[in-house]
């Protein structure tokens, strides 16, 4: 089905003037809807059948966490001005639409007023998105768990990635001797969080599962987050995942598909930013355990995210969008790169969060 046909399936309030491409997503696509006579817009997305066989629980779980957000509202001073997107529903009353073809559209109202940072530039910034997500997590802390549907089994569970990444080794006729290196010595010390995950020592809680800069949203004009998008991703797993890739996104200016790969770098002073904005806004629900393991998180989730760029390159480029057949290879060696230099500084990065193990 056409985005354009799409669209006109959910009940927006008002006639269809526009359908565009929005965002640069590397799984499912987007596109930007507007009315012709109302100023009101649309995001209108084609939800990747690869990687969500199951529809239906994406959006069960879209459905359970915004509503119980939006009845936290406001939780805090803090709160204020947060935003959740609006679900819009198909004409017959459905949540979502599966086309003749068996994909799944759905539709949510946009978040007017409001901006995306490519990079954060500023420490303001970085405290900012930081807090956001600390805001995020808080306001989902008193979801029970359980309630949520597990959409991606095996996402963020490293451990299985490497599993999977070593039977399409053993079938590939591609190889990257560096990347292939980085791997194995990574390999022992890629458990640490799955680890603790199975003692207990860390609990299962409401996870973004997705919260690079550009699922963040800023208010216009406010410097603060008003909003984190993107919301495919979330079920139960660790908050630990969420702040290191936050911090693997958020520190490294140069992007996830930098020109030049030699600019790719962890900047410890985002990190700090990040890490005490989180902190900031978080106090109410974390635990000592937490604050142990965001040097571990943060290592662990640029590692895994590297070799899951890499297992699918020597596959083919079956999951994630590629422009080329070596696109999944350049964005494995940007994040072996932010990795090497996330653990040349690993003493500084335990210190902020105050965690010996
Ligand atoms: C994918 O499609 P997008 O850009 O929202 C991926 C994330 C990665 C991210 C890296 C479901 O997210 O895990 O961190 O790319 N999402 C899924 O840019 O695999
Ligand atoms: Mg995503």
């Known amino acids: ?69 939006r009845r936290q509202l406001p939780a805090t001073a803090a709160d204020d001005g947060w935003q959740v997107a609006e679900v819009i529903p198909c004409r017959h009353g ?21 901006r995306v940072c490519e990079t954060v530039t500023t420490p303001a910034e970085a405290r900012e998105v930081g807090a956001g997500l600390g805001r995020f997590h808080r306001l989902l802390s008193n979801l029970d768990v359980t309630r949520l549907h597990d959409t991606l089994p095996g996402f963020h569970v490293t451990p299985q990635y490497l599993a999977a990444y070593d039977s399409v080794c053993d ?63 979330v079920k139960p797993g660790l908050i630990q995942y969420d702040l290191g890739d936050c911090l693997r996104s958020c520190c490294n200016p140069a992007g996830e598909e930098p020109t030049d790969l030699a600019a790719v770098a962890f900047d410890l002073e985002s990190c700090r930013a990040i890490v005490g904005g989180y902190l900031a806004e978080s106090a109410s629900f974390l635990t000592e355990n937490d604050f142990r393991f965001v040097y571990d998180a943060v290592r662990i989730i640029t590692f895994e995210l590297g070799l899951r760029f890499y297992a699918d390159y020597l596959a083919g480029n079956r999951y994630f969008k590629a422009r080329d057949d070596e696109h999944n290879l350049r964005r494995a060696r940007v994040q072996f790169r932010l990795l090497a230099s996330i653990e040349a500084q690993e003493e500084e990065i335990r210190a902020m969060a105050g965690g010996e193990r």
């Open 1 to 69: 089905m056409e985005p354009n046909a799409a669209a006109e399936q959910f009940r927006t309030e008002g006639a269809i003037a526009a359908v565009r491409p929005y965002g640069g997503g590397n799984i499912n696509d987007t596109f930007l809807v507007a009315l012709r006579d109302n100023p009101m817009r649309y995001i209108l997305q084609r939800l990747n059948p690869v990687v969500f066989p199951d529809p239906g629980l994406v959006m069960a779980n879209l459905r359970l966490v915004s509503d119980h957000m």
């Open 94 to 114: 459905a949540d979502y639409l599966v086309d003749a073809n068996g994909f799944c559209w759905r539709m949510t109202r946009f978040i007017e007023r409001s």
């Open 171 to 233: 079938n590939s006729p591609r190889e990257d001797a560096a990347c292939r290196a980085v791997i194995e010595r990574r390999r022992s010390g890629a458990m640490v969080l799955e680890e603790a995950k199975a003692r207990g020592v860390l609990p299962l809680r409401v996870m973004h599962g997705d919260p690079k800069i550009s699922n963040f949203l800023f208010g216009e004009g406010t410097g603060r987050v008003v909003s984190m998008v993107d919301l495919d991703t």
